[in-house]
């Protein structure tokens, strides 16, 4: 079956620092995806990048930067210079090949104080 | 605009009234899912469909049943609705698959009392 375990729960930082959230997955699948959404106090859900189990490659999108460690089922995802407009709900989660339920993490609440 | 959209957003309703939450999305997506959040377990998956008549369990089914007739919509129904399914419920669609990036709706608070 598939996991996906963010640890931290709730993180606070002010604004301007880095902060990293955590994500470390399970499956037995090697074929295999790798999501982080974003749920701001609004309450949506944002998509924000998507990673596939062949593609190790570190990816930056702005203040955004995403680290994919296999060795270590790690898919950690780091803020930089955090701002306000990043409080919000991060999630990760995992899906696997065939019919099966992608499976979320329970979610980290990061709030970046002024 | 491409958009999944929940109806209604806010319920307040009491045990053994059964009601339906109603999703629909214009992107022609394949893959529809139901999904609930509650504090502290996150999201999780109560029913999905890979397409049009093609509808599976995901991890928690008990107490919901769902359809799929046509591709754009997918309703939640809550056959006789228990205070344990009190939550916050989003549906979500992409193009094939769970491996493809959802495209979630802006969600439904249901109260059961």
């Known amino acids: 079956a598939q996991k996906v375990t963010q640890a931290q729960t709730e993180i606070s930082v002010v604004e301007k620092e880095d902060v990293t959230l955590d994500c470390v997955y399970e499956?037995?699948?090697?074929?295999?995806?790798l999501f982080w959404y974003k749920q701001p106090p609004s309450g949506e859900l944002v998509f924000l990048i998507r990673?596939?189990?062949?593609?190790?490659q570190n990816e930056i999108s702005g203040r955004y930067s995403w680290n994919f460690q296999k060795s270590t089922s790690s898919f950690n995802f780091t803020i930089t210079a955090s701002q306000v407009v990043d409080s919000a709900v991060y999630f990760c989660a995992l899906s696997v090949s065939g019919n099966t339920p992608l499976v979320f993490g329970k979610g980290t609440r990061l709030s970046v104080i002024a | 605009e491409a958009q999944v959209t929940q109806n209604p957003r806010y319920l307040i309703t009491v045990t053994g009234k059964k009601l339906t939450v109603t999703c629909s999305q214009n992107m022609n997506h394949e893959y529809m899912s139901w999904y609930r959040q509650d504090p502290g377990l996150g999201l999780r998956q109560i029913y999905y469909?890979?397409?049009?008549?093609?509808?599976d369990k995901g991890d928690v089914p008990e107490g919901y049943k769902v359809s799929r007739k046509e591709k754009r919509n997918f309703p939640l129904i809550l056959e006789s609705p228990s205070p344990n399914q009190t939550s916050l419920y989003f549906c979500a669609s992409s193009s094939f698959g769970p491996n493809q990036p959802q495209h979630f709706g802006d969600g439904t608070r249901l109260s059961i009392l």
């Open positions: 990673r596939n189990s062949f593609d190790e």
């Open positions: 469909s890979m397409n049009v008549e093609v509808t």
């Open positions: 499956t037995r699948d090697t074929t295999y995806y």
